[in-house]
């Protein structure tokens, strides 16, 4: 099957943190490619991708970047597929930055905008799952039975207090 979701970053070095929405998105069992984009170092490819993603047969885009994290923003403005921003890390600022950078989108552009970080990339990965799940019952079992993981764990650590 040919890519469901689109995972790209801003730079190499998010990898760290997207690497966590592709865990989530291969635990799921969903097709996926991942790309580094840049909206302010590459600009012309960033357009391209986001022109492109809808008719190459992405369904959802989940885009990390840092700092002045205009990625997301940028290529929800150039598609009409759901974009899901992940606020990576930075250095400076502990992610605060990417996150407004993210969150803060005028009316009619929305990003769907995840925790700062390695748990919301994996929340974006999920969160991927649950839209593609909503039209594809086999990938919806599989967030269930993962749901499902989570609350046993959470009902047995009583156990060991
Ligand atoms: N925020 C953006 C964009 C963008 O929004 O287009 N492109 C790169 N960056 C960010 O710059 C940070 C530092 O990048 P380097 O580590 O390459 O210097 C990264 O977190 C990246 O996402």
Redesign the pocket.
């Known amino acids: 099957m040919s890519a469901q979701v689109g995972v790209i970053?801003?730079?190499?070095?998010?990898w760290d943190t997207m690497k966590l929405a592709c865990d989530v998105l291969d635990e799921l069992q969903i097709p996926y490619e991942k790309k580094v984009v840049?909206?302010?170092?590459t600009p012309d490819l960033m357009f391209e991708y986001a022109e492109s993603a809808a008719e190459r047969g992405l369904k959802v885009i989940i885009a990390?970047?840092?700092?002045?994290?205009?990625?997301p923003g940028m290529v929800a403005a150039k598609t009409i597929l759901p974009v899901i921003g992940v606020p990576?890390k930075?250095s400076n600022l502990n992610g605060l930055d990417s996150l407004l950078s993210i969150v803060q989108m005028p009316g009619g552009i929305p990003v769907a905008t995840v925790a700062i970080g390695n748990a919301g990339a994996a929340n974006a990965g999920l969160l991927a799952g649950q839209i593609l799940g909503a039209f594809d019952p086999a990938v919806q079992a599989r967030v269930q039975a993962r749901r499902d993981r989570i609350k046993q764990d959470v009902l047995e650590s009583s156990e060991t207090l």
Request: glycine content about 20%; hydrophobic content about 35%; aromatic content about 0%.
């Open positions: 970053m801003g730079s190499k070095s998010d840049s909206a302010h170092r990390g970047a840092g700092g002045a994290a205009h990625l990576v930075s």
